[in-house]
């Protein structure tokens, strides 16, 4: 078997008293598009700071292709090929769509500058679906090209590994099929994702694979179709009345 | 974001002519104007230094007396050793040093906790120099007997604030302009875009804090006495912020539209009111920081943007565009 793009090994996390993160481990392999799922308050997003380097694990070892990441700040980690989109959407204000977009190719994996930097800019503002719409300010954006702005400002460092924060959430059910189709097309280009996400339409229809979390800790791993009728999983769900 | 543009090429060669134009006014008077001019580059360098670090990154910092105080004492300090040019060198190097303790010490504290800092440093600054020459020396000051006279000072001023301009001109084009902007914008998303955002904030308070001490430097043979008082005083960090302020520090030559004026409203209100001056500049502040948030240039780009285009009210997003 080669070397996973992303491995997780007996990560944890505390809060205090609250554990967040409790011995999980997981591998993600290149080209995969792993989902990461469970109740409310399961741990998922710190899950995912804990990988990008928002947050330090208290234990257990986290790799990008073979290459220990933890431990690291979220700047090496991101030099490192690990992009991400935050819970609730992360612009640059002051800036306008090209600008955000530039700041994740000029700094991050592929480190690009000036002209070259502007044009993968733009190819991936089109890809996202905002061509024609380089020079608007961010600010007077409708919050799904928001999403789109920072979706490709991930893309632009060009990662080895994406990370998307629920990236669907609050998307109208209109909104939420373009979504869908745009992390199917990345996904067809061979990228490696791990996405964070409530709605479950988004997991069956993408995911191959997925870890579900309940209270800090992996209940299950393996094909979304199994993983979702597992009896453990729906109870963990249906038990928390909290959830979508 | 590399290639010079047009506009760019004009700007540079209108602030060139007005660099030059500025260096022939000793050949005119060499009193009263002069001195007024003298103040106004001194503040022009001082507050386009400052707003190198504290524009972009949002910092207040109240350390330029520190700063300043290290350049002009360096100079009183070493004159009988070294060559001058040396001494403004040292100075600088000085100065940035202290500004690469500080910032690695308090660049992570926020906001509120860093302007307490750096202004607890400039006093403290001064109150360890004034300690050490009574000591040491037994004596309050130092004289600095140089042949300078003061259309030198000014001459070496206005080449160090073309240094200036110069060098946040080249910052602004270059990764690390970018990577501030990112910082200013949002520090979350500029550490996970891959930006060492503790690092490049030390490195740009080290610039900013050696052009303040090289200034400092290049302003000890105005006097030929200095003293940690007058050296160190906190006036210095508060004029600097204020003027900064006044004429916005978005852009690099907002400073220098907040100097002129607030120098000239200075010198009249000194004349006019010599024993209520700090009153009369406190109220001064008060309205500045009220009226002007963003400073002049900041007001003149929103009538700019309005003139430009007034039919873009915010407008009622649409069904199409939310689809």
Known sequence: MTTPALSVNGARKAFGGLVAVNNVSFEVQEGELFGLIGPNGSGKTTMLNLISGALRPDAGEISLAGT????????????????????????????DAEHNVIAGAVFGHQRLWGEQAREAAHELLALVGLRGREHVPVAAMT?????????????????????????????????????????????????????????????????????????????????VEDVLSDPEVIEAYLGDDDDA | M??????????AIVAAVALAVAATLPLFDQGYY??????????????????????PTHYVSLATAAFFGIGTYTVGLGLDHMPFPLLVLTGCAAAAILAGLVGAATLRISGVYFVIFTFGLAELIRQIVSYAQIKLTGKMGLYVFTDFTEKHVYWMLLALTGVV???????????????????????????????????????????????????????????????????????????????????????????????IPFMLLMDFISVRFPNDTSIVMGIAFLVIVYLLPD???????????YLKKPQTQPQPVTAEERA
């Open chain 1, 68 to 95: 220990r990441i933890s431990g690291l700040p979220a700047h090496k980690i991101a030099r490192q090929g690990i992009a991400r989109t935050f819970q609730l959407v992360r612009m640059l204000p002051a800036m």
């Open chain 1, 143 to 223: 919050y799904i090209d928001q999403k789109r702005v920072e979706l490709a400002r991930a893309l632009a460092s060009n990662p080895r590994v994406l990370l998307l924060d629920e990236w669907l959430a609050g998307l109208n059910p209109s909104e939420l099929n373009i979504g869908i189709a745009l992390i199917e097309k990345l996904s067809r280009q061979g990228r490696t994702i791990i996405m964070v996400e409530h709605v479950m339409d988004a997991i069956r229809s993408l995911c191959g694979r997925c870890v579900v979390m309940n209270s800090g800790r992996k209940i299950k791993e393996g094909e």
């Open chain 2, 2 to 11: 590399t290639r010079l543009t047009h506009r760019e090429i004009m700007t």
């Open chain 2, 34 to 55: 002069l001195s007024l001019s003298l103040n106004m580059v001194m503040y022009a360098a001082l507050c386009t230094a400052w707003t190198l670090f504290s524009g």
């Open chain 2, 165 to 259: 301009f110069l060098t946040g001109w080249l910052i602004n084009r270059s990764r690390l302009g970018f990577a501030m902007q990112i910082i200013g914008n949002d520090e979350t998303v500029a550490k996970h875009s891959g930006i060492d955002t503790a690092r490049l904030k030390i490195v740009l308070f080290m610039i900013s804090g050696a052009f303040i001490g090289m200034a400092g430097a290049i302003l000890a043979p105005r006097y030929p006495y200095v003293e940690p008082p007058a050296a160190f005083t906190p006036m210095t960090s508060f004029l600097v912020v204020i003027m900064a302020l006044l004429g916005g520090t978005r852009r690099l030559w907002g400073p220098l539209i907040g100097v």
């Open chain 2, 295 to 305: 400073g002049i240039t900041g007001r003149l780009e929103q009538l700019w943007a």
